[in-house]
């Protein structure tokens, strides 16, 4: 009788296996193509919100001080480099030298500006630093810095925007003050891009 019980229970035979991973196997080619394709509009979306969110807190401090976050010490005259980034040492962008961005390390950082308020702007007064502006500056969804062509915020006749270089890391969108007028609304190649002005 015992045996016989044995005998009953069955497992799965090989073909019934192979048709399961057959249906497993199918599944996953057709749902991971959708997948991917949230997983990159929900980076795209992300890098959009961080662009606006840099530029709003930017306009903000302008609102505050009368002043762009461009000044290494509130008494120095002239602009820093024309990148910003959320570090000092922005010479990973790709492309960035060749498109009209400076990447040299003395660029300030928007942290220092708009998080810690290491210039030191006065915090008592009619025009002082009400910061942080923001809470934290990381990196873009696809592990690149943010940028901000700051040198042109207070100079009138030329767009500022803050970037992010996209998937590619590359910064496509040409930096030239040249080719900056203030009709300037595309970006170039997959960078994303919100205007400050």
Do not use: C
Not at 90 to 105: P, R, V
């Amino acid at each position: 009788m015992r045996m016989m019980r044995l005998r009953n229970k069955k497992g799965f035979t090989l073909i019934e296996m192979v048709v399961i991973l057959a249906v497993i196997g199918i599944l996953a080619a057709v749902l991971t193509p959708m997948l991917i394709s949230y997983i990159d509009d929900a980076r795209q979306r992300r890098a959009e919100s961080d662009v606006r969110t840099i530029g709003a807190a930017i306009l903000a401090f302008n609102k505050d001080l009368r002043k762009w976050p461009i000044w290494k010490s509130t008494t120095a005259s002239d602009p820093v480099d024309v990148l910003y980034s959320d570090a000092a040492d922005a010479a990973e962008a790709e492309g960035a030298a060749a498109k009209g961005f400076d990447t040299s390390s003395n660029a300030d950082t928007l942290e220092n500006q708009l998080i810690t308020n290491a210039p030191d702007y006065s915090t008592s007064g009619k025009r002082k630093w009400r910061g942080p502006y923001l809470e934290s500056i990381d990196a873009d969804p696809w592990g690149h810095r943010y940028y901000v062509n700051a040198k042109y915020l207070h100079q009138s006749g030329y767009a500022a925007f803050v970037l992010s270089a996209g998937p590619n890391g590359k910064i496509e969108t040409d930096g030239d003050p040249a080719n900056l007028p203030t009709t300037f609304n595309g970006a170039g190649g997959d960078d994303i891009i919100y205007r400050i002005k």
